[in-house]
């Protein structure tokens, strides 16, 4: 299995901007979760899904920020209008938890506004 | 709501040295899991633990559940360059919870 599968690796950006994150979870996989990584904050859960529905967005930090979950095997996460508080490593993982506990993590999309 | 406190928050040791983190809770949980994140990659399950005493070895590593459940330490021994890292705890409730991540131990190792 490829694992999760996050898009892109590094992203660049104008404050202002829209963002948008992709990932690509486990197949077979019915939990996902975007997390964001700062020094400051730690891992911070922004929302997760289960069988592609929004369960918990109480994360999610502004009305800035959006999550969709399509299909199964697709995800975004959008910011609009990008500020520079918002670089920070943005991580999606998957989890099928009737099998075992814990998630796996994609390698991370390193977001930097300026 | 629930939070985990690790320490500590660094360490710098030398190539060799076995190593001792811990984590704990203000409330308790079912599951403690750590995870090691290496730099620039997302974090990676190490070991899982399911039971409150519990003692689990993963090589050199080996973790324990705390009898109270409110906390769990880690522990590499011999360690090696690769060992380098950010370690979490994390704390889960049950198996549709979600889980709680704890700020993380830097792992520095002194040439």
């Known amino acids: 299995d490829a694992g999760v599968i996050q898009s892109p690796r590094h992203e660049v950006t104008e404050m202002g901007q829209e963002v948008t994150l992709r990932c690509k979870p486990i197949?077979?996989?019915?939990?996902l979760f975007w997390y964001r990584q700062t020094m400051m904050r730690g891992l911070e859960l922004l929302i997760y899904?289960?069988?592609?529905?929004?369960?918990?967005d109480s994360g999610m930090p502004e009305d800035r920020f959006s999550a969709k979950m399509p299909n199964a095997s697709f995800s975004t996460l959008k910011i609009q209008p990008s500020e520079p508080r918002d670089s920070a490593v943005y991580f999606c993982?998957?989890?099928?938890?009737?099998?075992?506990?814990?998630?796996?993590f994609g390698s991370g999309t390193r977001l930097t506004v300026v | 709501g629930q939070q985990l406190n690790q320490s500590p928050q660094s360490m710098f040791i030398q190539e060799g040295e076995d190593v001792s983190m811990n984590c704990t809770s203000s409330?308790?949980?079912?599951?403690w899991l750590w995870y090691k994140q290496d730099p620039g990659e997302g974090p990676v399950l190490l070991i899982a633990?399911?039971?409150?005493?519990e003692l689990t070895s993963n090589g050199r590593l080996t973790a324990q559940f705390g009898i109270t459940r409110k906390d769990s330490f880690l522990n590499i021994s011999a360690s090696i360059p690769s060992d380098v890292g950010i370690y979490f705890c994390?704390?889960?409730?049950?198996?549709?919870?979600?889980?709680?991540f704890g700020k993380g131990t830097r792992l520095h190792i002194l040439p």
């Open positions: 993982a998957s989890s099928d938890l009737r099998v075992r506990y814990g998630y796996t």
């Open positions: 197949s077979g996989h019915d939990y």
């Open positions: 899904f289960n069988n592609n529905v929004p369960i918990d």
């Open positions: 409330s308790i949980f079912n599951t």
């Open positions: 633990l399911y039971k409150a005493g």
């Open positions: 994390a704390g889960q409730m049950n198996r549709d919870d979600k889980i709680i």
